[in-house]
């Protein structure tokens, strides 16, 4: 019998996890592993957490992927996203802080992937252009641009693995107006340096994760004020000076807001913070998973299977708390599925477990809630695979120590520490604020004298 083969979309983290998990049984000694081609449109692994300075189309004239901006730091405890086989301890050789900058947290999440091992499945430079799945032989057939060769290849596999990501595809909405505004108007998507901001009044629409972290990082570099627009609720953070929450605009008339409760501003930029689509023009509408960013996408057995057609696997769709172990969980359990070590029940059984888990979703009020049901739901992947088991409700509780930290001060949340679930080792402090901190380099950061935390 010829060999499974195995397509994977992207080479970001969830790619990379579906990689490391046929890595890690190659090593575990099976022999008997399929055949794995994984087709990533940058030039390099990574995903989210490539910088590129690029908006709009990169250099092959793809849309561009990376959403991450210049002094972007973890906008979650590091201790909430470390790996159970690889402590940052055994990364940096000492103490951190609780909260690194992108490159920082990048190279950890590098570090522990063998580059040589993985690289070789991996073809750069290959967006997908469409996926079709033929019914009668039951292969899906994967159409790329491959940009180095500037040829389209088209190759057949028993399963796809989409690892695309899903904060890439702005939603951008319309406001009355806007088409005459004079200043900046752009999605958080192509935020890349908040010294274009300094001096500047600046709107943000968007009350999520985005519109807090970009109107901190304005604050932050000089901004003169910021003014962010909710629709449903406020951050409801105490803000400094020069930083208000509004509720939500109406129209513009020139360089002029107006919002709902009648006040007026006028504004030299805007700064959408409104959120991703989710976005997958490579896919028929008979495999395209529909949704919006929540905690629990439909149609999805265990968060991962297709329900029309489990052969199709969608990692890292979820909105996430629990991010990096997240997606390896579901990637170990894709892997035993494709291997055959685990056989999945009949569609009536994936519908009514789907629908168990929705039914608690519906349920949820609070963020307590959310972090406990992502929580749950890593718990019961992780109990039938063999990945390295890990403290995720403790992880889940230091998530809820967050909230409140960001409750207490959104400026300073960043300066507290944390202890490792891992290792037990308590963070270091910062040796000042963070708003001070403005360097955000993997050296400059390493060389801060990091001060430790007496018990
Ligand atoms: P991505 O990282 O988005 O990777 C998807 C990959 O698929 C990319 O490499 C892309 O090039 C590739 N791809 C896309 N389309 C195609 C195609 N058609 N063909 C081939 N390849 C394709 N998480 C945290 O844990 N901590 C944080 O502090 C944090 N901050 C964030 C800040 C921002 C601004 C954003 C947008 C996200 C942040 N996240 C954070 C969440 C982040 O999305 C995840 O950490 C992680 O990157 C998701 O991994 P992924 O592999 O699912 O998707
Ligand atoms: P989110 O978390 O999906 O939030 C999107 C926000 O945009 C949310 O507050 C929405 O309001 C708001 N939104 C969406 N459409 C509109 C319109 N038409 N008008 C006003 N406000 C709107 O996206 P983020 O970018 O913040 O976060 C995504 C990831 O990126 C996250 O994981 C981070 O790590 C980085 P709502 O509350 O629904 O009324």
């Given at each position: 019998m010829s060999k499974k083969r195995i397509a994977i979309l992207g080479a970001g983290p969830s790619g990379l996890a579906q990689l490391r998990a046929f890595e890690a049984a190659r090593q575990a000694g099976n022999t008997d592993l399929p055949e794995i081609i994984c087709y990533e449109k940058q030039s390099d692994i990574g995903g989210m957490w490539n910088y590129t300075w690029r908006t709009g189309l990169d250099k092959n004239g793809e849309p561009v992927h990376g959403s991450m901006y210049r002094y972007l730091w973890s906008n979650g405890p590091k201790e909430c996203l470390e790996f159970a086989d690889y402590s940052f301890d055994e990364h940096f050789g000492c103490a951190i802080p609780s909260y690194p900058p992108r490159a920082v947290?990048?190279?950890?999440?590098?570090?522990?992937?063998?580059?040589?091992?993985?690289?070789?499945?991996?073809?750069?430079?290959?967006?997908?252009?469409?996926v079709d799945y033929n019914q009668e032989t039951e292969m899906f057939s994967v159409t790329v641009m491959n940009h180095k060769t500037e040829q389209q290849e088209t190759e057949l596999f028993d399963y796809v693995v989409v690892a695309t990501g899903h904060f890439s595809t702005p939603n951008m909405p319309y406001f009355e107006g806007?088409?005459?505004?004079?200043?900046?108007?752009?999605?958080?998507?192509?935020?890349?340096?908040?010294?274009?901001?300094?001096?500047?009044?600046?709107?943000?629409?968007?009350?999520?994760?985005?519109?807090?972290?970009?109107?901190?990082?304005?604050?932050?570099?000089?901004?003169?004020?910021?003014?962010?627009?909710?629709?449903?609720?406020?951050?409801?953070?105490?803000?400094?000076?020069?930083?208000?929450?509004?509720?939500?605009?109406?129209?513009?008339?020139?360089n002029v807001g107006h919002f709902i409760d009648g006040s007026s501003k006028a504004f030299d930029a805007i700064i959408m913070c409104t959120g991703y689509l989710f976005h997958f023009p490579f896919l028929?509408?008979?495999?395209?998973?529909?949704?919006?960013?929540?905690?629990?996408?439909?149609?999805?057995?265990?968060?991962?299977?297709?329900?029309t057609n489990p052969k199709l696997i969608y990692l890292g769709m979820q909105d996430q708390y629990y991010t990096f172990n997240m997606f390896d969980v579901q990637a170990w359990y894709a892997r035993d599925v494709i291997l055959g070590d685990k056989v999945l029940p009949?569609?009536?059984q994936r519908l009514s477990d789907m629908q168990l888990w929705l039914q608690r979703h519906e349920k949820?009020?609070?963020?307590?809630?959310?972090?406990?049901?992502?929580?749950?739901?890593?718990?019961?992947?992780?109990?039938?695979?063999?990945?390295?088991?890990?403290?995720?409700?403790?992880?889940?509780?230091?998530?809820?120590?967050?909230?409140?930290?960001?409750?207490?001060?959104?400026m300073r949340f960043r300066e507290k520490t944390y202890t490792s679930t891992i290792t037990n080792t308590t963070a270091t402090e910062l040796p000042k604020p963070w708003l001070d901190i403005k360097d955000d380099s993997l050296e400059s950061f390493m060389a801060l004298d990091f001060v430790e935390v007496k018990d």
């Open positions: 947290l990048k190279d950890y999440i590098m570090g522990r992937i063998d580059k040589e091992a993985i690289k070789k499945y991996i073809r750069f430079e290959c967006p997908v252009r469409w806007v088409e005459a505004f004079p200043g900046r108007v752009l999605h958080a998507h192509d935020f890349r340096d908040a010294l274009e901001f300094a001096d500047k009044d600046i709107l943000i629409v968007g009350s999520s994760y985005s519109g807090e972290d970009i109107a901190s990082q304005c604050y932050k570099y000089g901004a003169k004020s910021i003014t962010i627009s909710y629709r449903s609720k406020p951050l409801g953070f105490e803000w400094p000076e020069g930083l208000q929450e509004w509720p939500l605009l109406t129209h513009f008339e020139d028929p509408d008979e495999l395209r998973l529909q949704t919006h960013n929540c905690l629990y996408p439909d149609n999805l057995y265990k968060g991962i299977f297709f329900q009949d569609a009536e949820l009020t609070d963020c307590n809630q959310s972090i406990d049901f992502q929580g749950a739901y890593i718990r019961d992947l992780l109990q039938s695979i063999d990945y390295p088991d890990f403290a995720v409700e403790k992880q889940g509780e230091l998530f809820k120590q967050w909230l409140l930290d960001k409750q207490e001060d959104i």
